[in-house]
């Protein structure tokens, strides 16, 4: 997804029509959107199979409750087990929470802009200096949601292996 919203970032900047341009730019955005949303997804049936329904505008809510809850009671147990220290189970409940929530931001903040991407034909996609620009969020900032997703997920992915949730 990422290298499609890429080579539609490089055509609406580089085509004369503005039509084009906030055409492309658009498909730009939500092609970013989709990539962290599906990278997400795919995390969370790693570590939740029984989760059968992703819902765009839900999918923050599910990290910071349901995955989060999970985490803390993952912890808690291998606690009560003396396989973790107080000072180890905090660490890595925290160190979830701070990836989780900044997962369910970025998510939020892709949401934001691809429901306007698709249903708000009146805020114009417009290229300004080499960027694509829609509503006040640059392709640039767009382009950075998947590094940043993929690094909570790997911090995500690290926790559940040390709490057993996942391989």
């Known amino acids: 997804m990422e290298r ?9 900047i ?6 084009d341009a906030n055409l492309f ?11 962290v949303y ?18 765009h505008k839900e999918l923050p ?3 910071i409750g ?22 180890q189970a905090s660490q890595l409940v925290q160190s979830a929470r701070q990836a989780l929530s900044e997962l369910a931001n970025i998510l939020r903040e892709g949401y934001h802009i691809r429901v306007i991407a698709d249903y708000e034909p009146t805020v114009i996609a417009t290229v300004s ?6 509503e006040s969020k640059t ?5 950075q949601w998947g590094l940043r997703a993929q690094r909570c997920i790997g911090q995500i992915h690290r926790v559940w292996r040390q709490l057993g949730i996942s391989t």
């Open 38 to 55: 599906l990278s997400t997804r795919q995390m969370v049936r790693i570590g939740h199979p029984e989760i059968k329904q992703f819902k």
């Open 61 to 63: 809510d599910l990290l």
């Open 66 to 87: 349901k995955v989060q809850e999970r985490i803390q009671q993952e912890a808690s147990k291998l606690k009560k087990r003396n396989i973790l220290s107080d000072g």
């Open 4 to 12: 499609v919203a890429e080579a539609l970032t490089i055509q609406a």
């Open 139 to 143: 392709s640039d900032a767009a382009r």
């Open 129 to 134: 200096n080499g960027h694509v620009i829609l």
């Open 14 to 19: 580089s085509v004369k029509d503005e039509r």
């Open 25 to 35: 730019g658009r498909s730009a955005f939500n092609r970013y959107y989709y990539s």
